[in-house]
């Protein structure tokens, strides 16, 4: 059921669907924020294709982990570029796989402390079952179902690959 | 001193006491995070929750305003709750007395200690002593080391100059017998591999031995400059002054004191640093100090980002310290 191998014909749909939502809402004059990584390769690709006037931004969540004490710290991170006053802005918040929902509550922390965004519209590439907290994509490029024991990840950042392996 | 115990057995900062004992990819890595911290001030909310609901306790036997601040504010950008405390006392802290206070305050669920202490060896005694949970972090102790100044100038280097320190000679200038900087930055140039590391002071302010550190020696400013990428100069101690070590703080200006006209013999883009307060007219010229060549105000901003790293990653979740 499933088209993960075509991910250029995911990432003109996901546009098209955005281009919709922003029309829809009349929510004019966006601006495209990826979550570091895979998330920065997938808004790169759809900025390119849609007409946004904002170069897009980075977002790197290390700091706004809910797991650091129990993993401890990642030493490179990369700092987040956000090369735009985010203050009543509308915001696409971009994201390779949507899976437990962490993530995206560490990336909307860390977003409200750069400001106050008008609102925020998510968009992954890759939904998969697994949510551990109440946050829905608007925007959905591929709905995958794995079971628990299934890893999908997205490679790149030349080209963009989605591999599924199995977690011993 | 055993350094051994500020490593836990995965190779993590369980505490922090000085640079002898750490790796080059664990300083590397410090650098690297500190790095990453000195973006939280472009936030328009400039704290991460990294260390949010951790108690942080700066204990200070020994004054000190910069190094004590530079710590509050790194834990405040952490958003960890942060307690002063001064315990400045004449006489030597005795062992018990010590252990009492630090008894009191594990009681009250701290979590890391930030120590300066004016005997040698302090952090790590407190680090013996405390709760497996705690960790200890140096801010000074005695002659010994001060592994946070030394980061801050390390990463300082590697902002102005680039990550190849083979490159480079960098010349530490001034009272190197008192100086627990001095020791400290030793080592950690020496992890980075750098080119050459020259001491230049006057022979009453070098420890025998100081070669043994693999440095070269110099008694002359202007030979000991020369050619230099990087001058670090020491404050001269003052308060720690006992005996005649000087003949008076002018002949030391008169010889070590760096002036515009001196640093010609140093290389064009020589740049200058100091670890503060500035003994104006004695170490440095004012034209110096606030001259072109000068990082010494963004040393201080550095030290921010580098003690948020060194906190942020001893914090993590403990294992027992390799022994």
């Known amino acids: 059921m499933s088209d993960i191998d075509n991910i250029p014909a995911i990432l003109e749909r996901m546009a098209r669907e955005i281009v919709s939502q922003i029309e829809l809402t009349g929510r004019s004059n966006p601006a495209m924020i990826g979550i570091h990584s895979g998330g920065v390769w997938v808004a790169a690709r759809l900025h390119e294709l849609l007409d946004i006037s904002s170069p897009a931004g980075s977002l790197d969540i290390s700091f706004y982990r809910d797991d650091f004490t129990r993993i401890g710290m990642n030493p490179v991170v990369r700092p987040s570029q956000l090369p735009f006053n985010i203050d009543d802005r509308h915001i696409i918040l971009v994201d390779d796989v949507l899976h437990t929902g962490r993530t995206i509550r560490a990336a909307m922390n860390e977003l409200f402390d750069y400001g106050r965004p008008a609102s925020i519209l998510l968009a992954t590439l890759v939904e998969r079952d697994g949510r551990e907290l109440p946050i829905q994509a608007n925007v959905v490029g591929s709905h995958v179902r794995l079971s628990p024991r299934q890893h999908i990840k997205l490679l790149g950042p030349d080209t963009l690959k989605l591999e599924i392996k199995q977690i011993p | 001193m055993n350094n051994s115990r500020q490593i836990d057995r995965h190779g993590k900062l369980r505490h922090f006491l000085s640079i002898e004992g750490l790796n080059r990819k664990l300083l590397t890595d410090i650098l690297d995070a500190a790095e990453s911290f ?178 070269h020696v110099f008694h002359e400013l202007s030979k000991g400059i020369e050619g230099a990428d990087v001058i670090i100069m020491l404050r001269l101690q003052r308060e720690r002054m006992q005996g005649a070590l000087l003949p008076s703080e002018h002949e030391y200006y008169e010889l070590f004191g760096v002036t515009k006209e001196k640093l010609r013999a140093a290389q064009p883009d020589v740049t200058i640093m100091h670890p503060g307060p500035i003994n104006r007219g004695v170490e440095m010229d004012s034209d110096v100090a606030d001259g072109p060549h000068s990082v010494i105000l963004a040393q201080v901003t550095h030290g921010i980002a580098v003690r948020m790293a060194v906190m942020s990653m001893a914090m993590h979740r403990k294992e027992p310290a390799t022994e």
């Not at chain 2, 000195?38 to 991460?48: A, D, F, L, M, N």
């Not at chain 2, 609901?53 to 405040?76: D, H, Y």
């Not at chain 2, 080391?145 to 590697?158: N, S, V, W």
């Open chain 2, 38 to 215: 000195s973006g939280v001030t472009e936030q328009s909310v400039k704290k991460v929750p990294l260390l949010r609901g951790k108690t942080i306790v700066n204990l200070f036997f020994e004054a000190s305003t910069r190094t004590r601040t530079t710590f509050e504010l790194a834990a405040k950008r952490l958003s960890a709750d942060i307690l002063n405390i001064n315990i400045t006392q004449s006489s030597t802290v005795k062992g018990e007395t010590l252990l009492d206070t630090l008894r009191n305050l594990e009681a009250m669920h701290v979590d890391m200690f930030v120590v300066r202490h004016a005997d040698s060896g302090a952090a790590h005694f407190i680090a013996n002593h405390v709760a497996p949970h705690v960790s200890v972090i140096n801010a000074g102790d005695g002659r010994h080391a001060h592994p946070t100044q030394a980061l801050l100038d390390m990463f300082t280097i590697r902002r102005v100059k680039g990550p190849d320190f083979g490159r480079l000679r960098v010349a530490i200038v001034g009272d190197i017998m008192h100086s627990r900087v001095a020791r400290s930055q030793i080592h950690a140039l020496n992890l980075l591999n750098t080119g050459e590391i020259r001491v230049v002071a006057p022979k009453t302010l070098t420890p025998a031995h100081t070669e043994s550190l693999g440095v």
